[in-house]
């Protein structure tokens, strides 16, 4: 069974427009020390971003090296940010780095406990794990944070179904996700046909 995992695209925007809001600052400086700190700060605020811009195109063009190089300088600068650490999980998970993923994302809750692509990916992890207990508080967790959050509810309506034989609270999840995705899954139909069936 395929979980739904965050398209790279979208959780790379997503996480790009996270880091993208902790990078304001004041505009109105009180003295010329104020305002040359402020400058200064404003434009490693901005040489931040063009670098997680560049590894972001890095990670989409499929330069994985690149990309994860950029995202650990990048947190070296600001550890503070979620979105290298995020990207670094998606980049271990994709070569198949369980722990490492597990790693990156646990360290982004830490810092954002309502991080969705966070969430969402530690869920799969335990899921994948046989942790179905697990997997259901983490995307009823996302879900808390947004309601929306598409991938979460296909992967929670998944692991109700198929997982834990729960396809009365399953269907529900199928058919919103179906209302709401622009690309649903393919198999969606069938899985909310079989759901019904079993109910």
């Excluded at 996270?18 to 404003?42: I, M, N, V």
């Excluded at 722990?99 to 309502?114: I, M, N, T």
Aim: hydrophobic fraction near 45%; include cysteine.
């Amino acid at each position: 069974m395929n979980w739904v995992k965050v398209p790279v695209r979208a959780a790379v925007m997503l996480i790009l427009m996270a880091f993208l809001a902790g990078c304001a600052t004041r505009s109105e400086p009180k003295d010329d020390a104020e305002a040359a700190r402020e400058q200064a700060e404003q434009a490693a605020q901005q040489a931040l971003q063009e670098d997680f811009s560049e590894a972001v195109t890095a990670m989409e063009t499929g330069d994985e090296d690149a990309a994860r190089q950029q995202f650990q300088a990048i947190h070296q600068q600001a550890p503070e940010r979620t979105g290298p650490l995020a990207n670094l999980g998606i980049l271990a998970l994709q070569a198949g780095d369980q722990a490492e993923a597990k790693a990156r994302f646990e360290a982004v809750l830490a810092l954002d406990s309502g991080h969705l692509v966070a969430l969402n990916h530690l869920g799969v992890l335990a899921r994948q794990n046989g942790e179905f207990e697990k997997a259901e508080a983490l995307y009823r967790d996302a879900l808390t944070v947004d309601p929306d959050y598409l991938p979460a509810m296909m992967n929670l309506a998944i692991l109700l179904d198929i997982y834990l034989g729960r396809p009365g609270e399953a269907l529900p999840l199928y058919e919103q996700y179906q209302s709401m995705a622009e690309d649903p899954h393919p198999r969606l139909k069938d899985w909310i046909f079989d759901a019904k069936n079993r109910i």
